[in-house]
């Protein structure tokens, strides 16, 4: 099965740190895709972390991880990437990319998922 839309990045880091995931979609189905990142933590119903626009211009992302979070664009590209600085334990979780038509980022915005989803990267925070 052809897998759309792939992260990479996740991995062990020591509280305090950084790591940056990447997520390409694939041009299989759409040539621009709005794009965002979820999270579920062990025992944890999955969570939306943020969002960006197909061309990047615009992102948020959740209260919960803003000020250490970040996401941006690798120029006009189906690339996203989530910048998670000052990492804590309790980031710790699967990380998931989520993707769909470029129309779809209005609702995106507010967590709701669009159709494509990644396999998933694991990210652990600890000492």
């Known amino acids: 099965q052809v897998q759309l839309v792939v992260e990479s990045g996740g991995g062990l880091v020591q509280p305090g740190g950084s790591l940056r995931l990447s997520c390409t979609a694939s041009?299989?189905?759409?040539?621009?895709?709005?794009m965002g990142w979820f999270r579920q933590a062990p025992g944890k119903e999955r969570e939306f972390v943020g969002a960006?626009?197909?061309?990047?211009?615009?992102?948020n992302v959740a209260e919960s991880v803003k000020g250490r979070f970040s996401i941006g664009r690798v120029g006009v590209t189906n690339t996203i990437y989530l910048q998670m600085d000052n990492l804590k334990p309790e980031d710790t979780g699967v990380y998931y990319c989520?993707?769909?038509?470029?129309?779809?980022?209005?609702?995106?915005?507010?967590?709701?998922?669009?159709?494509?989803w990644g396999q998933g990267t694991q990210v652990t925070v600890s000492s």
């Open positions: 989520n993707a769909d038509h470029a129309d779809s980022y209005d609702k995106l915005r507010f967590g709701v998922p669009g159709a494509y």
């Open positions: 041009e299989r189905m759409y040539s621009s895709y709005a």
């Open positions: 960006s626009s197909w061309s990047g211009a615009t992102t």
